[in-house]
């Protein structure tokens, strides 16, 4: 099992597409109830066809498109929130420049009157 994770998820060579189709037979075979070893020694045995593995990858890239596109919409929410957050600050900001104008005036008629 600590060699079935180490397989990527989604094929990126010629050798890790290999990988996918031992992945495959290893997950059939212990779905039939015999396990067999991740070696290749016996991949002619079991059956696993274009189609299989078509399908396969097909799942896998819809699967990263699917995540992909989760994180494009956490990323765009992050960059909602950090415009919002810095709108709040400048308001913030703009307020107690005014009321320290207010206080600086109160404080010469304050002055004044003494």
Avoid: W
């Avoid at 290893?26 to 067999?36: N, V, Y």
């Avoid at 059956?47 to 494009?72: F, N």
């Amino acid at each position: 099992e600590e060699e079935e994770e180490k397989i990527p998820d989604t094929p990126t060579s010629l050798e890790s597409l290999h990988q996918l189709h031992k992945k495959l037979l290893f997950l059939e075979r212990k779905e039939s109830g015999t396990e067999d070893s991740l070696d290749g020694s016996d991949i002619e045995c079991g059956e696993v066809t274009l189609e299989k593995l078509k399908s396969a990858l097909k799942s896998e890239r819809k699967a990263l498109k699917t995540l992909y596109a989760e994180l494009e919409e956490e990323r765009n929410a992050s960059a909602v929130a950090a415009n919002q957050t810095m709108a709040m600050i400048n308001r913030l900001q703009e307020e107690k420049a005014a009321m320290q104008m207010e206080a600086l005036q109160y404080q010469r008629m304050m002055d004044e009157q003494s």
